[in-house]
């Protein structure tokens, strides 16, 4: 619920602010004020984007209480999401967890999400709902990450940015601001490559995107957004223990071998529509994305190209003591999957699979708010989903192994919040379900082609309670909360390194998520979060274990300071140990890693507004690994992460 607000013309100014506006994660008429759900919002300032390197979501959104996020020291596959321990089997891209990019959803209509798209160094605003959110989204909401990069301006902006760094880091970008009367253009693009810390790691990533708001009267409003990534990046695998030991740069020499990596390159655009109808907002989405992906693994080469398309329409009236909103969502995948064996990193002779796989998902929704007393507020919402997977087997003889699953869920959420003064209390009921993805269904431990038809959907159920507001010059949010989810998907691998899913009991979570930032003085504010989390394994010879991968104590601490254009932020970032898979033998030791930033925002040459910056990670040069693939075939469980790291750069506006 924290907000930075810095005018670049007042770079001595840091004020803290509890903003009355709309949460979109939540799709509903609820603002921050009044929202009986555990929510954190960032807004970064011009002086954050313009200062800080922005290499990776994990750096760009440090310090939310509730939100992990793993950088594997590598992109070929991408950070690892954690809202309250959902995410945690993700062995790839994002799963259990919603995101949204600038309106288009990240997470595809069979749960899975992918975020080579986004770039994080032009991430002006994200919105995080820390708990289950299927009433609002469906399929694979055990949270919400909604990021913006909306930089509308009133005038013509152009900015360029420079930034060179450790293990072979290049980046260069540029962005501009456009009004044309009184219709607003913003786009940028970026290129950036990086030798990386570990053997086998280079990465190269170029991402652009452009987005426009044309005000088409005084009732009528529409947004396009619109952007492409194109990624080559090695794979260098996760390690034993005794491999980290003794060389923790070294790269699996399966993968090696294997050239494994990922080439990929997504293409997508959308739009909305907003019109004030005599009952309400209506807003009409449709969005669609393509991506092409040639994937060299040690298994396997994979070859897969992928066509998404989605609409929205939503109606929604937000009245003085209530409001109401009715909806329906739809979505389509297809995915076009062949296998190849491997041969040197090339698709070899050998066709493994060739397969066609669909999914379908239809949902309505309707929510509703009204204000019992002044003070006291209730919310709820139900929403229904229908969700079909259908494959076509396209090898020959193999034609009795198309099928297709379908998936039900209905998704209720009930929540009081009550207004004290500057603050609020808040209690929510919330549900959440996820199916399989299309390749934990077809990743079959027999090697056949086919859906799984042992594999089916987990369902959470959670309560919370908690308190936020404004006392003074601070501002805080607490929560606690618990949650249960029955048929947990769980992942293992084989020999060969494949991953495999199951459903394997249940899970408990506890948890507590605390957020605190004061504002001392003009120059100094200091931001810090705590998250315990106790998550366990609740039936089964599993009982009272830990989930694997999920620290139990995360402290994060942001001092902040801003003087006469000096520009600092020190950060700490305390993770407490962790176990690498479900018999909790295999352990992860916890970290303090320390990272300083620092630049000037008052040099002006001309018409230029130049801001020099530097970086230093991991200042005290710490061994530590930041991420791990939980329940690794052989021990291979750790990604360690980069020791002390530079990065510098200018960024000049114009």
């Given at each position: 619920?924290?907000?930075?607000?810095?005018?670049?013309?007042?770079?001595?100014?840091?004020?803290?602010?509890l903003p009355n506006v709309q949460?979109?994660?939540?799709?509903?008429?609820?603002?921050?004020?009044?929202?009986?759900?555990?929510?954190?919002?960032?807004?970064?300032?011009?002086?954050?984007?313009?200062?800080?390197?922005?290499?990776?979501?994990?750096?760009?959104?440090?310090?939310?209480?509730?939100?992990?996020?793993?950088?594997?020291?590598?992109?070929?596959?991408?950070?690892?999401?954690?809202?309250?321990?959902?995410?945690?089997?993700?062995?790839?891209?994002?799963?259990?967890?919603?995101?949204?990019?600038?309106?288009?959803?990240?997470?595809?209509?069979?749960?899975?999400?992918?975020?080579?798209?986004?770039?994080?160094?032009?991430?002006?605003?994200?919105?995080?709902?820390?708990?289950?959110?299927?009433?609002?989204?469906?399929?694979?909401?055990?949270?919400?990450?909604?990021?913006?990069?909306?930089?509308?301006?009133?005038?013509?902006?152009?900015?360029?940015?420079g930034m060179g760094g450790s293990?072979?880091?290049?980046?260069?970008s540029v962005d501009a601001a456009?009004?044309?009367?009184?219709?607003?253009?913003?786009?940028?693009?970026?290129?950036?490559?990086?030798?990386?810390?570990?053997?086998?790691?280079?990465?190269?990533?170029?991402?652009?995107?452009?987005?426009?708001?044309?005000?088409?009267?005084?009732?009528?409003?529409?947004?396009?957004?619109?952007?492409?990534?194109?990624?080559?990046?090695?794979?260098?695998?996760?390690?034993?223990?005794?491999?980290?030991?003794?060389?923790?740069?070294?790269?699996?020499?399966?993968?090696?071998?294997?050239?494994?990596?990922?080439?990929?390159?997504?293409?997508?655009?959308?739009?909305?529509?907003?019109?004030?109808?005599?009952?309400?907002?209506?807003?009409?989405?449709?969005?669609?994305?393509?991506?092409?992906?040639?994937?060299?693994?040690?298994?396997?080469?994979?070859?897969?190209?992928?066509?998404?398309?989605?609409?929205?329409?939503?109606?929604?009236?937000?009245?003085?003591?209530?409001?109401?909103?009715?909806?329906?969502?739809?979505?389509?995948?297809?995915?076009?999957?062949?296998?190849?064996?491997?041969?040197?990193?090339?698709?070899?002779?050998?066709?493994?699979?060739?397969?066609?796989?669909?999914?379908?998902?239809?949902?309505?929704?309707?929510?509703?708010?009204?204000?019992?007393?002044?003070?006291?507020?209730?919310?709820?919402?139900?929403?229904?989903?229908?969700?079909?997977?259908?494959?076509?087997?396209?090898?020959?003889?193999?034609?009795?192994?198309?099928?297709?699953?379908?998936?039900?869920?209905?998704?209720?959420?009930?929540?009081?919040?009550?207004?004290?003064?500057?603050?609020?209390?808040?209690?929510?009921?919330?549900?959440?379900?996820?199916?399989?993805?299309?390749?934990?269904?077809?990743?079959?431990?027999?090697?056949?082609?086919?859906?799984?038809?042992?594999?089916?959907?987990?369902?959470?159920?959670?309560?919370?309670?908690?308190?936020?507001?404004?006392?003074?010059?601070?501002?805080?949010?607490?929560?606690?909360?618990?949650?249960?989810?029955?048929?947990?998907?769980?992942?293992?691998?084989?020999?060969?390194?494949?991953?495999?899913?199951?459903?394997?009991?249940?899970?408990?979570?506890?948890?507590?998520?605390?957020?605190?930032?004061?504002?001392?003085?003009?120059?100094?504010?200091?931001?810090?979060?705590?998250?315990?989390?106790?998550?366990?394994?609740?039936?089964?010879?599993?009982?009272?274990?830990?989930?694997?991968?999920?620290?139990?104590?995360?402290?994060?601490?942001?001092?902040?300071?801003?003087?006469?254009?000096?520009?600092?932020?020190?950060?700490?970032?305390?993770?407490?140990?962790?176990?690498?898979?479900?018999?909790?033998?295999?352990?992860?030791?916890?970290?303090?890693?320390?990272?300083?930033?620092?630049?000037?925002?008052?040099?002006?040459?001309?018409?230029?507004?130049?801001?020099?910056?530097?970086?230093?990670?991991?200042?005290?040069?710490?061994?530590?690994?930041?991420?791990?693939?939980?329940?690794?075939?052989?021990?291979?469980?750790?990604?360690?992460?980069?020791?002390?790291?530079?990065?510098?750069?200018?960024?000049?506006?114009?």
């Amino acid at each position: 619920m924290f907000c930075f607000s810095a005018a670049a013309q007042k770079a001595d100014t840091l004020e803290v602010v509890l903003p009355n506006v709309q949460v979109e994660a939540l799709r509903s008429a609820t603002t921050e004020r009044s929202a009986p759900f555990a929510i954190s919002t960032l807004q970064r300032s011009a002086s954050d984007v313009a200062l800080q390197p922005g290499l990776s979501l994990r750096s760009t959104l440090q310090g939310i209480a509730g939100l992990t996020i793993n950088d594997r020291g590598h992109s070929a596959l991408g950070e690892r999401f954690l809202i309250r321990g959902m995410g945690w089997r993700s062995a790839f891209g994002v799963r259990g967890i919603q995101v949204v990019l600038d309106g288009i959803p990240l997470t595809l209509p069979d749960g899975q999400g992918s975020l080579d798209i986004v770039d994080p160094a032009f991430i002006r605003r994200a919105e995080i709902v820390r708990g289950p959110s299927s009433t609002f989204w469906g399929n694979g909401s055990g949270g919400v990450l909604m990021l913006s990069t909306d930089a509308f301006q009133d005038s013509t902006r152009i900015g360029i940015r420079g930034m060179g760094g450790s293990y072979g880091l290049q980046q260069g970008s540029v962005d501009a601001a456009v009004p044309l009367g009184k219709h607003r253009f913003y786009g940028y693009a970026s290129s950036i490559k990086s030798a990386g810390y570990r053997d086998y790691s280079e990465s190269r990533f170029t991402r652009a995107a452009l987005t426009a708001k044309f005000n088409m009267g005084p009732r009528t409003q529409l947004r396009v957004v619109s952007g492409f990534a194109v990624q080559d990046s090695e794979s260098p695998g996760a390690l034993t223990v005794a491999q980290v030991a003794e060389n923790p740069r070294a790269a699996d020499t399966r993968n090696v071998n294997a050239l494994a990596g990922k080439e990929s390159t997504q293409v997508q655009a959308g739009a909305t529509i907003y019109h004030q109808t005599g009952i309400g907002m209506l807003s009409v989405t449709a969005y669609a994305l393509t991506r092409q992906l040639d994937n060299p693994l040690s298994y396997a080469y994979i070859d897969l190209k992928r066509k998404v398309a989605g609409a929205r329409v939503q109606l929604q009236k937000n009245g003085q003591n209530a409001g109401w909103g009715i909806g329906v969502d739809a979505g389509f995948q297809d995915d076009d999957r062949l296998n190849f064996n491997n041969v040197n990193g090339q698709a070899g002779p050998n066709v493994e699979l060739d397969q066609k796989e669909e999914v379908r998902n239809l949902s309505a929704f309707v929510f509703g708010q009204i204000n019992l007393f002044p003070a006291l507020t209730a919310t709820a919402g139900l929403r229904a989903d229908a969700i079909d997977f259908t494959l076509s087997d396209h090898l020959p003889g193999h034609e009795s192994l198309s099928g297709d699953r379908s998936f039900s869920a209905l998704s209720p959420s009930v929540g009081l919040a009550f207004r004290v003064g500057e603050g609020l209390l808040f209690v929510n009921y919330s549900t959440a379900f996820e199916t399989p993805t299309t390749t934990e269904l077809v990743n079959q431990p027999s090697g056949s082609s086919g859906l799984n038809s042992e594999v089916g959907a987990q369902h959470t159920t959670g309560f919370e309670a908690g308190a936020r507001g404004q006392a003074g010059r601070s501002s805080f949010d607490v929560a606690v909360f618990r949650m249960m989810v029955t048929d947990q998907l769980q992942p293992f691998q084989d020999a060969g390194g494949r991953t495999y899913y199951q459903n394997a009991g249940e899970t408990k979570h506890i948890g507590i998520e605390i957020a605190l930032l004061t504002q001392f003085s003009r120059v100094f504010s200091l931001q810090s979060t705590y998250t315990m989390s106790q998550y366990q394994f609740d039936r089964g010879e599993l009982r009272d274990l830990r989930l694997p991968g999920i620290p139990v104590h995360h402290l994060f601490l942001g001092l902040r300071a801003v003087k006469g254009g000096v520009y600092g932020q020190l950060a700490t970032d305390f993770v407490s140990s962790t176990f690498a898979e479900n018999d909790n033998t295999a352990p992860n030791t916890g970290y303090s890693i320390v990272d300083i930033n620092v630049g000037y925002t008052k040099l002006y040459v001309g018409g230029a507004h130049i801001q020099p910056f530097v970086k230093a990670s991991n200042v005290f040069d710490r061994d530590y690994v930041g991420s791990m693939v939980v329940n690794a075939f052989g021990g291979r469980y750790f990604e360690p992460s980069p020791g002390r790291t530079f990065q510098f750069g200018v960024s000049m506006s114009f």
